[in-house]
């Protein structure tokens, strides 16, 4: 009885860590140099990075993502499962060092590029695309957080 009861308990574990994964993300300000605030979602794990925008069909308006790097490196981006373009902007602590612009999600069949800066950074901005020039946004510009 013991052994059956354990082995139904295994096997709830494992049909549990198969389930789609679903992640509650901590939410932060990004604060523009003319003082306009983005709610962002924070991707701070490596399977939260992984996930990213993946699989939504779009960003809640004013919204992006913030993806959170322990180390500072040439983090490249795709856009696998996206359902709609983005503009990426990597920024090395509050000062954006790359900015790739309206990145199209993939054509059904097509496997996504990979856009990988020329600098390093520790944090990557997602928004809608044409976000970044709306706001002013370029390499050079400095960003504030409140988390």
Sequence with gaps: MIRWLGLLCCSLLLVGSLQARTFSYQQATVITQRGVKISVEVSDTP??????????????????????????????????????????????????????????????????????????????????????RALGLAVGSTLDYRW
């Design 47 to 132: 399977a939260k990075r992984q996930q990213g925008l993946s699989d939504r069909s779009q960003l809640k308006p004013g919204w992006g993502m913030l993806f959170v790097f322990e180390r500072s490196g040439r983090h490249g981006f795709w856009m696998k499962d996206m359902n709609f373009p983005i503009d990426i902007l990597w920024l090395r602590n509050s000062r954006v060092v790359y900015v790739a612009e309206n990145v199209p999600p993939p054509s059904s069949g097509e496997t996504p590029v990979t856009i990988t800066p020329d600098k390093s950074a520790n944090l990557v901005l997602e928004l809608d695309a044409g976000q970044a």
